[in-house]
């Protein structure tokens, strides 16, 4: 499924990177939150990047919140 996107123990402390690079997703992620483009990132931070790869970090982050568990306090106490 994440054919761009790597989970390494031993690369950026295991946490999921860009294949082949030790770009951590998040990285890429807080770079979209700062609302800059996917060409300027690979222009100005990212230059091995490609278009491809910045969109597997979106995808793998919309797939791990659409599948998380959210447990509210209010449900504990019952």
Same mark, same amino acid.
């Given at each position: 499924?994440?054919?761009?996107?790597?989970?390494?123990?031993?690369?950026?402390?295991?946490?999921? !990177?860009?294949?082949?690079?030790?770009?951590?997703? +998040?990285?890429?992620?807080?770079?979209?939150?700062?609302?800059? !483009? #996917?060409? /300027?990132?690979?222009?100005?931070?990212?230059?091995?990047?490609?278009?491809?790869?910045?969109?597997? !970090?979106?995808?793998?982050?919309?797939?791990?919140?659409?599948?998380?568990?959210? +447990? #509210?306090?209010?449900?504990? /106490?019952?």
């Amino acid at each position: 499924m994440f054919e761009r996107i790597s989970v390494n123990s031993e690369i950026c402390g295991g946490k999921p !990177c860009v294949k082949g690079t030790r770009i951590p997703v +998040h990285m890429v992620l807080e770079l979209i939150e700062a609302e800059i !483009c #996917f060409q /300027k990132i690979i222009e100005d931070y990212y230059p091995n990047l490609k278009k491809e790869d910045i969109k597997a !970090c979106v995808e793998y982050a919309k797939v791990l919140i659409k599948d998380e568990e959210i +447990h #509210f306090a209010t449900e504990l /106490k019952e």
